[in-house]
DNA sequence: ACCTGAACACCGTTCAAGT
DNA sequence: ACCTGAACACCGTTCAAGT
């Protein structure tokens, strides 16, 4: 016995919320946080939400638009800060603020990469970026120059060569691995040894390392800057 | 009738080349160059050996063992240059050669963002780019400074935002995004059009870009190697 | 002892039958 | 007219039956 839309059922099923794009985005938001990326299959989305799986496909057009639309809500939580003095630390909170978001959604970063298209949120935060620098007196050609240096650094995160992000590895077993690799490649070895805190450099800490690479290339822009 | 090993059969069928981990993978490069890491599957594989599915797995643990050792064949094509006065041309040159190994292997890239763990020739590519910076006279600290500085560019591209690197878009189409892009997001539009040769930028040369950027990043290791 | 075909447990998505 | 369950065409991989 249907009822009339917007008169609920008072009996034991519980108010059902109706199924929405955004209510279906914001849980594989939900659900990616808190199992990964591989974890944001259709049928496991369908499951989360209580839902026939092809029910989705009214709200998504596939698994491409799920995850962009996933991706935009992201990006959308980046704050721009608009508060600074002068274009270099306006685009260096901008950047910190960034990389703060991508930590809530360590999966993000995974999906970054496989996209083809900028997304409506990811414009609206590049939009700012040019516009600041537009401001700041950077001509056209050096704006687009800048996108490329920076590249994902603009994102907050840098593409580093084969770590797994999300799971930092246990620093004895990295100082035992750094001293098998310096068997074979000493050079490589020493380095490593010395990363795994053994060597006296204290590890490695991945935001302080991001924050340097920042500061230099921020360096470098100041000088195309000048010299422009 | 099975014949002893070491004597081919004199019939029909034409003489087969024993499988070993060595043809596998060097058939499963052929085969992502040919149609793409997508087209790069156990069954296809298989059928591209011609072979029983499952026979492939008496010479690679399983697919993530294929896709390492896919990739180490591709990294283990870089030449190193040795032949350069000073550090600074031999990293530019050395750079520019993994660039130019990745171009013949495009599909590298998304395999490399992938990995967690450095294969053999990328650990002999690393030791030799320690080396090179050690013997110049960089302190550890500034070879790891360096390594995160760099990050991907490393092995000679960089993580740019939302393109498709194997699929540059029709200069065409571009301009017609560009200037329906300028209507909602003004600044970044401003951008796009002039990118896209309408403004009189000339097009985007994502080499020329790499190379600029590259020397950026070059000039900043010079000024930290001074003040180190 | 070795190879291999069928089968399993997943995918994303199509499509037509059902209400 | 709308929803949805079964089915399709794929995956990577296990496992036991076969030679």
Do not use: N
Request: proline residues 6%.
């Amino acid at each position: 016995m249907p009822r009339a839309t917007g008169t609920p059922s008072p009996r034991t099923t519980p108010d059902r919320i109706p199924l929405s794009r955004e209510r279906v985005l914001r849980t594989a938001v939900v659900l990616a946080d808190r199992a990964g990326v591989g974890a944001l299959g259709m049928r496991s989305l369908a499951r989360e939400l209580a839902v026939d799986t092809m029910s989705l496909y009214h709200h998504v057009r596939d698994k491409e638009d799920l995850l962009d639309g996933a991706l935009d809500l992201v990006i959308d939580e980046i704050v721009l800060v608009g508060d600074r003095p002068g274009w270099r630390p306006t685009l260096r909170a901008t950047i910190l603020e960034a990389r703060a978001t991508l930590k809530r959604h360590p999966w993000a970063k995974g999906v970054i990469v496989t996209r083809t298209s900028g997304t409506p949120a990811f414009l609206r935060y590049m939009d700012s970026i040019v516009g600041l620098l537009r401001d700041a007196g950077f001509s056209l050609d050096l704006v687009h120059h800048t996108i490329h240096v920076m590249g994902s650094r603009l994102l907050g995160f840098s593409q580093d060569l084969f770590d797994d992000p999300d799971h930092p590895p246990d620093p004895r077993v990295a100082a035992i691995g750094a001293r098998q690799l310096a068997m074979t490649w000493p050079r490589v070895g020493e380095l490593a040894i010395a990363v795994s805190h053994e060597g006296g450099l204290g590890g490695c800490d991945v935001d302080v390392e991001f924050e340097i690479a920042l500061d230099v290339i921020l360096d470098g822009l100041e000088r195309m800057r000048a010299a422009d």
